[in-house]
């Protein structure tokens, strides 16, 4: 998994809205968060970002760099995106399998320490996560992979990989430019930049 590689200290050039409340300072060169986002102490943001109005990222978030957060998202502790991820508006990101208030004393003991509950995320670098998208905890989002809006994913989508509906299938192949692709006898040429690539065994990867 990757880690973000920033420091302590605030980076050069990040924008803050004024309405926005950031608790950390280990945000990276050039990022903007704007109106209304809460970033806790403990979460991570790379360099390049944009977080849009009304998010929430929790302590022991990890942002890499390049990554754009569309208005209206929360992640929680645990989730990982790495470099260039694209997340549309109202995804939600979920960590524990089994729920419960561990405030309520009949429930307390069944969440005694966080290695109990907290189930990590990962959305590999390049992928895009499309608008409303749900994702289940423990999920893994391969490479350039393209999730689509509404889609309710509950298992590892591969790179590169289209995947939509409830329960979400894989339902085709996208380019780095996330245009689809047509695969023949095991090989597929991206229409609109020429990216080519190879499927093998179920998984594609670039030429």
């Known amino acids: 998994m990757r880690s973000v590689n920033v420091s302590d200290r605030r980076g050069v050039g990040v924008y803050i ?17 704007w109106a209304f986002s ?31 957060i569309k208005p209206g998202n929360m992640l929680w502790e645990g989730v990982t995106l790495e470099d260039g991820v694209f997340v549309g508006p ?24 966080k290695e109990d509950w907290l189930v990590p995320m990962v959305v590999r670098r390049g992928a895009s996560l499309g608008a409303g998208a749900v994702l289940v905890p423990g999920v893994t989002i ?9 889609a309710v994913v509950n298992k590892d989508v591969p790179a590169y990989g289209l995947v939509k509906g409830n329960p979400a299938r894989l339902v085709g192949w996208v380019c780095q430019c996330a245009h689809p692709l047509a695969v023949c006898n095991g090989l597929a040429v991206c229409a609109e930049c020429g990216c080519r690539y190879q499927e093998l065994c179920g998984l594609l990867s670039a030429i």
């Open 17 to 33: 809205h004024p309405t926005a409340l950031v608790d950390t300072d280990a945000i990276g060169d050039g990022t903007q968060i």
């Open 142 to 150: 391969g490479e350039f992979a393209l999730v689509a809006a509404g």
């Open 90 to 113: 109202n995804v939600l990101f979920t960590n524990d399998r089994y729920p419960r208030s561990a405030r309520y004393p009949a429930f307390h003991h069944a969440q005694s320490s």
């Open 38 to 68: 809460h970033v806790m102490n403990g979460a991570l943001v790379g360099k390049e970002c944009r977080i849009g109005d009304h998010c929430f990222l929790e302590g022991g978030v990890s942002i890499g760099d390049y990554v754009t």
